[in-house]
């Protein structure tokens, strides 16, 4: 296996009614866990780099290049997608790169404006080859974008896929960015009220604050593409903290990021079947 595009593995997944991991890259680490996530649960998987991530890095193109290195190498299926792009020159930047999909995220704007500059966006990353996702209902945690309350109406979203030709929406359902804790309640019905409205695959942000069998059951009402960031980096976090405790003279940092990569790879290998409502996995933890 090795390189493909989101738009297959979404794809795949929205026809068997089941669920695909989209999970953030912060830097070379947290990519190799994620391949070896997909290796150990042999399961694809999406590996998103956004907008913060390439500026936290100076730019796209050295994570990007290394991104789409390893899953050129990976001995699963493994996407390399844009995500969350405010600036339309970071997406064209993307498609010269070689990703397969992007995201253009205009769900802070007024309605109108986010119609014509995704519209534009997806006509150029077309013309490519390139799959487009969508944003439509704010998204909390990103400076009021999915903010609590915030949900996309069904005739609306049906309307701007209509409108800007995107290949996936992400929707607002009630999750939100950046939480720690996983409380976050979802409108199951508009999910499958959604789906039942939409001829495109639905996309859950914010995931990291929602309980495994809330994730569960949102897959079966229709939602495909997962996302996670927070929770994540929380097992990475956590795994260098203990390390690091445990020898207080340790300076080589391989020595604590080796058992971080590893710790974030186990539990995106058990989200990853979880998504995929693969056995015991599915199960509340």
Not at 10 to 24: C, D, K, Q, R, W
Not at 179 to 198: F, P, Q, V, W
Not at 207 to 233: C, E, F, Q, W
């Amino acid at each position: 296996m090795t390189l493909v595009s989101a738009r297959e593995l979404v794809s795949a997944a929205s026809a068997a009614g089941t669920g695909i991991g989209a999970f953030n890259v912060i830097h070379l680490e947290t990519a190799e866990g994620l391949v070896r996530a997909s290796a150990l649960a042999q399961l694809p998987v999406i590996l998103q780099i956004s907008q913060n991530c390439a500026d936290y890095h100076g730019g796209l193109e050295p994570i990007a290049l290394a991104t789409l290195a390893l899953a050129r190498r990976a001995q699963t299926p493994v996407a390399v997608h844009l995500d969350h792009a405010e600036r339309p020159e970071l997406v064209d930047e993307a498609i010269a790169l070689g990703f397969g999909s992007v995201m253009f995220d205009g769900g802070a704007l007024p309605y109108d404006d986010n119609v014509a500059l995704t519209a534009e966006v997806a006509a150029r990353a077309h013309a490519a080859g390139v799959y487009v996702e969508g944003e439509l209902g704010e998204v909390g945690g990103k400076d009021g974008a999915h903010a609590p309350g915030v949900r996309t109406d069904p005739d609306e979203a049906q309307a701007f896929v209509a409108a800007t030709g995107v290949d996936a929406l992400a929707v607002a359902v009630g999750s939100s960015h950046a939480m720690t804790d996983r409380t976050a309640s979802l409108d199951l019905d508009l999910i499958a009220r959604l789906r039942r409205a939409l001829p495109v695959p639905l996309v859950l942000h914010g995931s990291s604050g929602v309980a495994d069998a809330v994730i569960a059951d949102a897959v079966r009402a229709g939602m495909t593409k997962v996302n996670v960031s927070t929770h994540l980096n929380g097992f990475f976090t956590r795994a260098i903290r203990e390390r690091l405790a445990a020898d207080e003279r340790l300076v080589d940092s391989r020595k604590y990021l080796a058992p971080a990569r590893d710790a974030l790879a186990d539990e995106a290998a058990r989200m990853l079947r979880l998504f995929a409502l693969v056995g015991a996995d599915t199960v509340a933890r």
